[in-house]
Each structure stands twice: as structure tokens, then as C-alpha cells.
């Protein structure tokens, strides 16, 4: 990706890129829609994102979100 340079872009999309289902965890054919319970078991992403900027491409398009917590009274 580095030889690329500005060409590239990453989107980092928020929650959904925080956690995956491993390959060993993953179902070999299609879950029936007939089962009442679904138990889906993720593992946290391990953090990438100055991997990306520093090593991978530091001349890319970033776009990351983070979470925020917001407290109300």
C-alpha cells in the first residue's frame, strides 16, 4: 500500500470494524433460520490504526471514528 502513496484510502468504520468472528469460530454452511438462539461469539480487532498510518501507508486518506460516551443529567 505504501508505493501508492495519496492514492489510497482506508474507512474505518465505527464499532463494526472493533470486532470479528474468527475463522475457526466460523459456521460451514448456512445457520437455519429456524433455530430460536443465535450465540455469536467476537473477538476484539487488535489495534490498527497506527499500523495503517505509520507502516502501511502514511501518505493515505484516513477516515476513522471513534466512540463517545456521552453523559446526560
Known amino acids: ?10 474507512y474505518l468504520a465505527a464499532v463494526v470494524s472493533d470486532y470479528y468472528v474468527p475463522w475457526k ?6 445457520i437455519q433460520s429456524g433455530s430460536h438462539l443465535l450465540d455469536v461469539q467476537l473477538v476484539q480487532v487488535p489495534k490498527m490504526l497506527s499500523v495503517l498510518r505509520k507502516d502501511w501507508a502514511p501518505l493515505a486518506f484516513c477516515v476513522s471514528f471513534k466512540r463517545q460516551i456521552q453523559t446526560f443529567f
Open 1 to 10: 500500500m505504501r508505493c501508492l502513496g495519496p492514492c489510497v484510502m482506508f
Open 25 to 30: 469460530d466460523m459456521v460451514e454452511h448456512k
